[in-house]
């Protein structure tokens, strides 16, 4: 008897995607698309594209898709919502798209309690258009825009999103995974299905901050990106669940994922 451990989600699209040999855009991609799968809500889902990597991502997962401009993809999602609130809306967005231009943004729309579910994928650098700082660019990092690496003097230091967004007194979801190994994948996927399981239920705002590599910027090989962020990211981005809508799991370090 054969037995199917493993297949692409059915809210994925059978196509090849554009991203870089070892970037983990793909494996976001896969778990979103699994969640999708399995709270039986891929023909109610409408996803809002950013301005960056990930711009294309509407040619990858099989539910209707917006593509937003730079930055305002809460904004966008925020309008289909109130719209339709029958729907379930999540904003899929890198970092310079939601944590530079678009800061305003995801703050307005957490503090407004938006019920929608945001992934926010953090590589610490602007990767589509050719390497540059971005706002979570870690001190010292190397990028094209900061060749001798990024001085926290002249620059300030990497901007912690999830701690931010966290901080608002409006009830949400917030937590910070990482998608280098196979056990932080499995982690986050949790945290993704608990966003958008509190979407479907009409309870709050989400948002996931993803830990992702871009080797191609980072100037690494994929196993060595891996390693890298490791090392030098999850310290400055510890992972864990910082905030819960009951606030009971809130504390001043993160939680696990499934507390």
Not at 150 to 155: F, L, N
Not at 245 to 256: E, H, I, S, V, W
């Amino acid at each position: 008897m054969i037995q199917t451990v493993f297949q692409k989600p059915d809210s994925l699209a059978s196509v090849i995607t554009h991203y870089c040999p070892g970037c983990t855009h793909g494996v976001i991609h896969r778990m979103v698309g699994e969640v999708l799968d399995e709270l039986g809500v891929r023909d109610r889902t409408v996803g809002v594209s950013p301005v960056g990597c990930s711009v294309l991502a509407y040619n990858y997962f099989e539910t209707d898709f917006h593509e937003a401009s730079h930055g305002r993809a809460p904004a966008v999602a925020t309008g289909i919502k109130r719209a339709r609130p029958d729907l379930i809306v999540f904003a899929y967005q890198g970092d310079g798209d939601l944590a530079s231009i678009g800061m305003g943004e995801i703050i307005h729309c957490a503090n407004r309690g938006e019920k929608i579910t945001v992934i926010f994928v953090n590589n610490a650098i602007y990767g589509m258009t050719g390497g540059q700082m971005a706002p979570t660019t870690m001190p010292n990092q190397v990028a094209t825009t900061c060749p001798m690496g990024r001085d926290v003097e002249q620059a300030g230091w990497p901007i912690r999103m999830a701690e931010l967004v966290s901080a608002l007194r409006t009830p949400a979801y917030v937590a910070r995974a990482s998608s280098h190994s196979p056990l932080h994948t499995v982690q986050a996927k949790a945290m993704i299905r608990r966003a958008f399981q509190y979407q479907v239920e009409g309870t709050c705002f989400s948002m996931v901050e993803v830990l992702s590599t871009c080797p191609t910027n980072w100037g690494l090989p994929p196993n060595e990106a891996d390693r890298w962020l490791e090392e030098q990211m999850m310290p400055y981005y510890p992972l864990g669940v910082f905030k819960t809508p009951d606030g009971r799991d809130r504390a001043p370090k993160p939680l696990p994922a499934d507390e």
